[in-house]
């Protein structure tokens, strides 16, 4: 394997003096050419100025001089009138000068009629004419010859390349050797079952002769899906890094182009160069981007060649060239079925969320290189961070090391976590003084929520109340999930929607009237609500059905569908159900937080008092 890898190394050295003398012109040297150029030019320029020897001033000062006949001599040039007078440098009497730069098109002739100064008048006849060059005339000759070399030379290159345009047909993929994707297995954690299943893979590019005895076929391609951040491109690396083999690293938008056909070309270009590599791995990440459903409004009909010529391309691999094709996706539900099917993407692998102790494993790689104090809990974090990908939480220990840094401290404090957690969750903290009466009216809101939350079956522990403004929202409070959820219960959702709505409902009772606050409460209740009935089937009037959108199609010019799948009628049953569902939440908090008064005005008096309560704060109210 070694061997082989240094050979398919020398493939790809290239030696320049075996090129077409067209492909050893490139734009760097001819951006040298015009650089060098303009330079020169310019230090003509200036040195034509300096040559001059005097003073400059304004046009104005030049003609009242004339006007006083305070001069000697006068020179005039195309874009410039020199005076020469008598003046004492030194104690000594010399002749000095003054200039006046002419702008474009000024005749100095009229300049001098309109002051009233007769040019017959004048002593010494003071027009010098130059040779006809100025400076704008060099300017253009250089960029139109440089122009003009650039033309060539794309000529050149279209006649050695086969008739391409400069490189637009060639593929943009990254090429890197074996090992030097710098990532193995040991670098990607909290996805133990997803590393199984793409181990075989592994295997077969060390041993192909293993499976092909038994007459197995490895699939031709595997399709990474998953929310973004959960690894998907770090997990291709290390099986090209497990494996010792050539990886061809790309994206579906690297196909795209201006020039109709150039995507197709380029993937034919890519398949050529994977096959004269092989074994090796090709990585496309965001493949939807060029595979979307063909057919529809979707897809572009440059995008159809593109994805056509990489199901041709697919159909085209042999066993014996083992090439296999990764690709990534967080959008598989937008792929057209034909690149699934088998022989192409044979299998699809779902690289899920990180779990509790998927999340833990993850947190203890990207701390490797970090220090933190004594009795940093990194559990605690990995609890509390449910719902984060890999790169969430890379993100959330760089934030504190951030934190840490910027107060000149050596290591990571269990502070800087917390605070850090909050960060990314929620956004920054405001700085800045708020009015009493917000601060008054965000800790009845925040207390609101947290109370409903405390006496609803169904609802998620609360962790912390804040009125400290973060991000969007002037306050906030944080649920903790006691563990990992694979499925959601009805009894949830309608906690979630009574949470939601109590703290209006807590400005309405104790305030007296309602604001703007509860904005981000009603978008993301009126959400769960309409998932609820459209997607999960639990609204009474209209049963286990999902209701959705039409996909539009399109054949032969026409175009089928579109809309919604649903009537007019069950449209306004949709709407009537949405706003029961959030009518009822709505009473049941407000019939609950009267109940509680008592409980809401002790946690308002100890938010305005330390404006954040933990958990054992909060539970200590109880």
């Given at each position: 394997?070694?061997?082989?890898s240094?050979?398919?190394?020398?493939?790809y050295?290239?030696?320049?003096?075996?090129?077409?003398?067209g492909?050893?012109?490139?734009?760097?040297?001819?951006?040298?050419?015009?650089?060098?150029?303009?330079?020169?030019?310019?230090?003509?320029?200036?040195?034509?100025?300096?040559?001059?020897?005097?003073?400059?001033v304004?046009?104005?000062?030049?003609?009242?001089?004339?006007?006083e006949?305070?001069?000697?001599?006068?020179?005039?040039?195309?874009?410039?009138?020199?005076?020469?007078?008598?003046?004492?440098?030194?104690?000594?009497?010399?002749?000095?000068?003054?200039?006046?730069?002419?702008?474009?098109?000024?005749?100095?002739?009229?300049?001098?009629?309109?002051?009233?100064?007769?040019?017959?008048?004048?002593?010494?006849?003071?027009?010098?004419?130059?040779?006809?060059?100025?400076f704008g005339?060099?300017?253009?000759?250089?960029?139109?010859?440089?122009?003009?070399?650039?033309?060539?030379?794309?000529?050149?290159?279209?006649?050695?390349?086969?008739?391409?345009?400069?490189?637009?047909?060639?593929?943009?993929?990254?090429?890197?050797?074996?090992?030097?994707?710098?990532?193995?297995?040991?670098?990607?954690?909290?996805?133990?079952?997803?590393?199984?299943?793409?181990?075989?893979?592994?295997?077969?590019?060390?041993?192909?002769?293993?499976?092909?005895?038994?007459?197995?076929?490895?699939?031709?391609?595997?399709?990474?899906?998953?929310?973004?951040?959960?690894?998907?491109?770090?997990?291709?690396?290390?099986?090209?890094?497990?494996?010792?083999?050539?990886?061809?690293?790309?994206?579906?938008?690297?196909?795209?182009?201006?020039?109709?056909?150039?995507?197709?070309?380029?993937?034919?270009?890519?398949?050529?160069?994977?096959?004269?590599?092989?074994?090796?791995?090709?990585?496309?990440?965001?493949?939807?981007?060029?595979?979307?459903?063909?057919?529809?409004?979707?897809?572009?009909?440059?995008?159809?060649?593109?994805?056509?010529?990489?199901?041709?391309?697919?159909?085209?691999?042999?066993?014996?060239?083992?090439?296999?094709?990764?690709?990534?996706?967080?959008?598989?539900?937008?792929?057209?079925?034909?690149?699934?099917?088998?022989?192409?993407?044979?299998?699809?692998?779902?690289?899920?969320?990180?779990?509790?102790?998927?999340?833990?494993?993850?947190?203890?790689?990207?701390?490797?290189?970090?220090k933190?104090?004594g009795?940093?809990?990194?559990?605690?974090?990995?609890?509390?961070?449910?719902?984060?990908?890999?790169?969430?939480?890379?993100?959330?220990?760089?934030?504190?090391?951030?934190?840490?840094?910027k107060e000149?401290?050596?290591?990571?404090?269990?502070?800087?976590?917390?605070?850090?957690y909050?960060?990314?969750?929620?956004?920054?903290?405001?700085?800045?003084?708020?009015?009493?009466?917000?601060?008054?009216?965000t800790?009845?809101?925040?207390?609101?929520?947290?109370?409903?939350?405390k006496?609803?079956?169904?609802?998620?522990?609360?962790?912390?109340?804040?009125?400290?403004?973060?991000?969007?929202?002037?306050?906030?409070?944080v649920?903790?999930?006691?563990?990992?959820?694979?499925f959601?219960?009805?009894?949830?959702?309608?906690?979630?929607?009574?949470?939601?709505?109590?703290?209006?409902?807590?400005?309405?009772?104790?305030?007296?009237?309602?604001?703007?606050?509860?904005?981000?409460?009603?978008?993301?209740?009126?959400?769960?609500?309409?998932?609820?009935?459209?997607?999960?089937?639990?609204s009474?009037?209209?049963?286990?059905?999902?209701?959705?959108?039409?996909?539009?199609?399109?054949?032969?010019?026409?175009?089928?569908?579109?809309?919604?799948?649903?009537?007019?009628?069950?449209?306004?049953?949709?709407?009537?159900?949405?706003?029961?569902?959030?009518?009822?939440?709505?009473?049941?908090?407000?019939?609950?937080?009267?109940?509680?008064?008592?409980?809401?005005?002790?946690?308002?008096?100890?938010?305005?008092?330390?404006?954040?309560?933990?958990?054992?704060?909060?539970?200590?109210?109880?």
């Amino acid at each position: 394997m070694k061997e082989q890898s240094k050979k398919e190394t020398k493939e790809y050295i290239v030696d320049i003096r075996k090129l077409p003398k067209g492909k050893r012109f490139n734009i760097s040297g001819i951006l040298t050419i015009i650089g060098i150029s303009v330079i020169l030019s310019l230090s003509l320029y200036v040195f034509r100025v300096l040559n001059t020897k005097g003073d400059e001033v304004a046009v104005s000062q030049i003609v009242t001089d004339i006007t006083e006949k305070k001069y000697e001599k006068i020179l005039l040039k195309d874009d410039m009138v020199i005076v020469e007078y008598k003046g004492e440098v030194e104690g000594k009497e010399t002749v000095l000068k003054k200039y006046a730069l002419l702008p474009a098109g000024t005749n100095f002739y009229e300049v001098l009629a309109s002051s009233g100064i007769n040019i017959k008048d004048l002593e010494n006849d003071f027009y010098e004419p130059k040779l006809g060059i100025t400076f704008g005339d060099v300017l253009t000759f250089i960029f139109l010859s440089a122009g003009l070399v650039l033309v060539y030379i794309m000529i050149k290159n279209m006649q050695a390349s086969g008739g391409k345009i400069l490189d637009f047909g060639e593929s943009k993929a990254r090429l890197l050797f074996g090992k030097k994707t710098g990532i193995t297995f040991d670098e990607v954690a909290g996805i133990e079952e997803v590393k199984e299943e793409l181990t075989e893979i592994v295997d077969f590019l060390k041993r192909p002769k293993k499976y092909r005895d038994l007459g197995a076929r490895i699939p031709r391609g595997v399709l990474l899906a998953g929310e973004p951040g959960t690894g998907k491109t770090l997990l291709a690396k290390a099986i090209a890094g497990e494996a010792g083999v050539p990886f061809f690293h790309t994206s579906g938008s690297e196909f795209e182009e201006m020039l109709v056909g150039a995507g197709a070309s380029r993937v034919r270009d890519l398949f050529k160069k994977a096959r004269k590599a092989s074994p090796c791995i090709v990585f496309i990440d965001e493949i939807d981007a060029v595979a979307k459903k063909r057919g529809t409004v979707l897809h572009s009909g440059a995008g159809e060649q593109t994805l056509n010529q990489i199901l041709v391309e697919m159909d085209g691999l042999e066993e014996r060239e083992n090439v296999i094709i990764l690709a990534a996706t967080n959008r598989p539900d937008v792929l057209d079925p034909a690149i699934l099917r088998p022989g192409r993407f044979d299998r699809m692998v779902v690289v899920p969320m990180p779990d509790m102790k998927g999340r833990r494993a993850i947190l203890d790689v990207h701390a490797k290189n970090k220090k933190f104090e004594g009795g940093v809990d990194l559990d605690t974090l990995a609890k509390k961070t449910v719902g984060y990908s890999g790169a969430d939480l890379e993100n959330l220990l760089n934030e504190s090391a951030i934190m840490a840094a910027k107060e000149d401290r050596k290591k990571i404090s269990q502070e800087d976590l917390m605070e850090s957690y909050l960060k990314v969750k929620l956004g920054r903290k405001k700085k800045g003084d708020k009015e009493e009466d917000d601060i008054k009216k965000t800790a009845y809101h925040e207390a609101g929520h947290a109370i409903v939350a405390k006496f609803t079956d169904g609802s998620d522990p609360v962790e912390q109340i804040s009125i400290i403004s973060r991000g969007m929202s002037g306050g906030v409070t944080v649920y903790l999930p006691e563990k990992d959820r694979s499925f959601l219960y009805k009894k949830q959702m309608l906690a979630w929607l009574r949470t939601g709505v109590a703290g209006r409902v807590a400005e309405e009772l104790f305030i007296g009237e309602i604001s703007t606050g509860a904005s981000n409460d009603i978008k993301q209740i009126t959400e769960v609500a309409r998932e609820m009935v459209m997607k999960y089937g639990m609204s009474e009037k209209l049963g286990m059905v999902k209701y959705g959108d039409l996909e539009e199609t399109r054949h032969l010019g026409y175009t089928y569908g579109g809309g919604r799948e649903y009537s007019e009628k069950t449209a306004r049953i949709i709407d009537e159900e949405v706003v029961r569902m959030i009518n009822e939440a709505y009473e049941y908090s407000k019939k609950l937080l009267q109940e509680k008064k008592e409980m809401v005005e002790k946690l308002v008096k100890l938010l305005l008092e330390k404006e954040v309560v933990v958990k054992e704060e909060f539970d200590a109210l109880f």
